[in-house]
């Protein structure tokens, strides 16, 4: 059953938001115990690992003298790296619990170390590999049927073949590792457990800490007071660290840089796309798609002031309810059945795991001190089961990143439950779409079961408000990530001041700043050094592309056309196992066309063409 509260204020919070850890119920936290019983069992397999990882040298110059020879490097290869996922990810998951214990930082530490120290170690395979005719590693597959697993890989590998380097060269690379990640890793540390947080004062006189948590969940407050003194103090308090925020990002886009130039690419966008075979005019027709489709964005921001009924509509009103007297809030436990409803068009299976995913602790829920910001679902453990980390606020937009994020898990799950450990990981181009095709399960199943227009306003606007999160905002970072590093590798040093003239001038145009569509205060000018995605190699288009390919692919399931359905979950079990564009085809839509994108924009409209019905009959009442 759906639950709908309907509050007259926003002041009543999420209780777990103020709850220590020790106070949250173990129902709603991760058992980590599946990975390893203890930090002294960890620390077993850690030094199991070290001593195993010398033993690789025994294989050079071996490889390619016989197809038994090239599957024992392979097999010991593949050995290594599903126990060092294991071993990162409780290090991992163990530091996002509590970022301010370096314990399990310096765990992390130790384990990049020592994975930069093998890739030197193991810098020869590669090459020696490629030293090799492909006809002589095709027989050595006839003969070694064993080898096939590593079909994909190895004919990758050829693909990219210009871009392999010498064996003293791929080790100057391997090693490179220990020093390219500190950027990023900074950014973590900082942001996270130490950057200090600014207090404020609210509109009924309490007062509170503003950290990303906090942030999160009062810039969605229906109080357009409360929102502009969070917004106030959180921006400007980023903006007192602008130096370093500017020297880190410049520094992850010299690494990339670095990366790309060391490979011969031709720009670091290019590296980053082509070792998944991705064209770059992908990237690139998706960022004049969405330029060109501006009007579209304007619209639900002029049908956003319009339901708010402000004279100005401001950045700092785009999360806020904008149904009056209509908050739709849900407990976890609420979410949970809610989604289990929404997702039974995938089948029994599906949803089955699901449930297990809720019951068996795979899900880390509510928010507490020191806890990393946002949501994530990491399938690295492979004889197991994936985790999902969330920070739940009772929110409706939480429900939706809870069916977001159980996307990749189930993804996860059933490509480690149908692939062999060399093609069961899948990149990001393909992961997006199993997360947002179950937003779209999830709206339409909300939808279908609300007759109030309020309530149903209310929904159709968090509807758009994806479209406005997922397709325009993360094409607005890509465009901003495409910028920087261009700029960079025209020899250009960029500092935090020219970040953000930069995010200032896209931001603008993207929202209308000045054509008085939506007001962009000054401060926001440092809304990009709130992005950790910035420091993952062009990273959020694919937020934006999947989003598009979701949407056509999710229409033909809710159908009932059982080949689409059946199409879909071979897509979720294919893991990497070819590349995403023609995994995709397969699924049923083209990326390299523009359909999805028009399907996209054209679903837009039709739920804009919606709301402005109700608006309609709701002012002629």
Same mark, same amino acid.
């Given at each position: 059953m759906i639950?709908?509260t309907?509050?007259a204020?926003?002041?009543a919070?999420n209780?777990y938001?103020?709850?220590?850890?020790?106070?949250?119920?173990?129902?709603?936290?991760?058992?980590?115990?599946?990975l390893?019983e203890?930090?002294?069992?960890?620390?077993?397999?850690?030094?199991d690992?070290?001593?195993r990882l010398?033993?690789?040298?025994q294989?050079k110059?071996?490889l390619?003298?016989?197809a038994?020879?090239?599957?024992?490097?392979l097999?010991?290869?593949?050995?290594i790296?599903?126990e060092a996922?294991?071993?990162?990810?409780?290090?991992g998951m163990?530091?996002?619990l509590d970022t301010?214990?370096?314990k399990?930082?310096?765990?992390?530490?130790?384990?990049?170390?020592?994975?930069?120290n093998f890739g030197?170690k193991?810098?020869f395979?590669e090459?020696?590999?490629?030293?090799?005719?492909?006809s002589?590693i095709?027989?050595?597959m006839?003969e070694?049927?064993?080898?096939?697993?590593?079909r994909?890989?190895l004919?990758n590998?050829?693909?990219t073949?210009?871009?392999?380097l010498?064996?003293?060269e791929?080790?100057?690379?391997? =090693?490179?590792?220990? *020093?390219?990640?500190?950027?990023?890793s900074? %950014?973590?540390t900082?942001?996270? #457990? $130490?950057?200090?947080?600014?207090?404020?004062?609210?509109?009924?006189?309490?007062?509170l800490?503003?950290?990303s948590?906090?942030?999160s969940?009062?810039?969605?407050?229906?109080?357009r007071?409360?929102?502009?003194?969070?917004?106030?103090?959180?921006w400007?308090?980023?903006a007192r660290?602008r130096?370093?925020?500017?020297?880190?990002?410049?520094g992850n886009?010299k690494?990339?840089?670095?990366?790309?130039?060391a490979?011969?690419?031709?720009s670091?966008?290019e590296a980053?796309?082509y070792p998944?075979?991705i064209p770059?005019?992908?990237?690139h027709?998706?960022v004049d798609?969405?330029?060109e489709?501006?009007?579209?964005f304007?619209?639900?921001?002029?049908i956003?002031?319009r339901m708010m009924?402000?004279?100005?509509?401001?950045?700092?009103? =785009?999360?806020?309810? *904008?149904?009056?007297n209509v908050?739709?809030? %849900?407990?976890y436990?609420e979410? #949970? $059945?809610?989604?289990?409803?929404?997702?039974k068009p995938?089948?029994e299976e599906y949803v089955?795991?699901v449930?297990?995913?809720?019951?068996?602790?795979?899900i880390?829920?509510y928010?507490?001190?020191?806890?990393r910001?946002?949501?994530?679902s990491?399938?690295?453990?492979y004889d197991?089961?994936?985790?999902?980390l969330?920070?739940?606020?009772?929110?409706?937009?939480?429900?939706?990143t809870f069916?977001h994020?159980?996307?990749h898990?189930?993804?996860s799950?059933?490509?480690?439950?149908?692939?062999?450990?060399?093609t069961?990981?899948?990149?990001t181009?393909?992961a997006?779409?199993?997360s947002t095709f179950n937003e779209v399960l999830?709206?339409?199943?909300?939808?279908?079961k609300?007759?109030d227009?309020d309530v149903?306003?209310?929904l159709?606007m968090e509807?758009?408000d994806?479209?406005?999160?997922?397709?325009?905002r993360?094409t607005?970072?890509?465009?901003?990530?495409l910028?920087?590093?261009?700029e960079?590798?025209k020899?250009?040093?960029l500092?935090g001041?020219?970040f953000?003239e930069i995010?200032t001038?896209i931001v603008?145009?993207?929202?209308g700043h000045?054509?008085n569509i939506c007001?962009?205060d000054?401060?926001?000018?440092?809304?990009?050094?709130?992005?950790?995605?910035?420091?993952?190699?062009?990273?959020?288009y694919q937020?934006?592309?999947?989003?598009?390919a979701s949407i056509?692919?999710?229409?033909k399931?809710?159908?009932?056309d059982k080949?689409?359905?059946k199409n879909?979950?071979?897509f979720?079990?294919?893991g990497?196992s070819?590349y995403?564009?023609?995994?995709?085809?397969?699924?049923g839509?083209?990326?390299?066309?523009?359909?999805?994108?028009?399907?996209?924009?054209a679903s837009?409209?039709?739920?804009?063409d919606e709301?402005?019905k109700?608006?309609?009959k709701?002012?002629?009442?």
């Open positions: 639950v709908l309907i509050l204020m926003f002041a919070m209780s938001s103020q709850k220590t850890r020790e106070e949250i119920p173990e129902q709603y936290k991760w058992d980590l115990n599946d390893y203890s930090d002294e069992a960890w620390r077993q397999a850690f030094d690992l070290s001593s010398d033993e690789v040298e294989f110059g071996t390619t003298q016989s038994g020879n090239l599957l024992k490097a097999e010991f290869n593949t050995g790296a599903k996922s294991k071993i990162y990810l409780y290090a163990s530091s996002d301010r214990n370096m399990y930082n310096g765990m992390k530490q130790e384990l990049q170390s020592l994975f930069s030197a193991a810098a395979i090459p020696e590999i490629l030293a090799a005719d492909w002589t095709e027989k050595f006839k070694e049927p064993k080898l096939e697993v590593y994909m890989g004919e590998m050829f693909r073949k210009a871009h392999s010498s064996e003293a791929e080790r100057i690379m391997a =090693l490179s590792g220990m *020093v390219s990640s500190v950027p990023q900074v %950014y973590g900082f942001s996270n #457990a $130490e950057m200090p947080k600014p207090e404020v004062t609210l509109s009924d006189g309490s007062k800490e503003i950290g948590a906090e942030y969940r009062y810039r969605a407050s229906s109080n007071a409360d929102r502009e003194i969070v917004f106030d103090a959180y400007n308090n980023f660290f130096a370093s925020y500017g020297e880190m990002l410049y886009i690494a990339d840089m670095f990366r790309a130039r490979r011969h690419y031709e670091s966008l980053s796309l998944n075979n770059v005019e992908v990237y027709s998706l798609n969405v330029n489709n501006l009007p579209a304007h619209r639900y921001l002029k956003k002031k009924g402000v004279d100005t509509l401001k950045y700092l009103d =785009l999360y806020a309810p *904008v149904v009056k908050d739709l809030k %849900y407990t436990d979410g #949970a $059945e809610i989604i289990l409803e929404a997702l995938l089948g089955n795991t449930k297990k995913a809720i019951d068996e602790r795979w880390d829920v928010p507490t001190p020191g806890k910001s946002g949501a994530y990491n399938g690295a453990f197991g089961h994936p985790f999902i969330l920070n739940y606020n009772d929110l409706y937009s939480d429900v939706s069916a994020e159980l996307g898990t189930m993804q799950y059933f490509s480690n439950k149908t692939q062999p450990y060399p069961a990981d899948y990149v181009f393909v997006e779409v199993a999830l709206f339409n199943y909300m939808l279908d609300v007759e227009d149903r306003l209310s159709l509807w758009l994806g479209f406005k999160g997922t397709l325009f993360q607005q970072f890509a465009e901003f990530e910028k920087i590093h261009e960079v590798e020899g250009k040093p500092t001041d020219e953000s995010y001038d603008n145009r993207y929202y000045d054509q007001y962009v000054d401060y926001i000018n440092m809304e990009w050094a709130f992005i950790p995605h910035f420091y993952y190699n062009f990273y959020v937020y934006s592309t999947s989003f598009t056509s692919l999710a229409e399931v809710m159908s009932g080949q689409a359905l879909y979950m071979d979720l079990s294919a990497g070819d995403p564009i023609p995994l995709l085809k397969n699924a839509v083209d990326m390299t066309s523009s359909e999805p994108f028009d399907k996209a924009i837009m409209n039709k739920v804009m709301i402005e109700i608006l309609d709701k002012e002629k009442e």
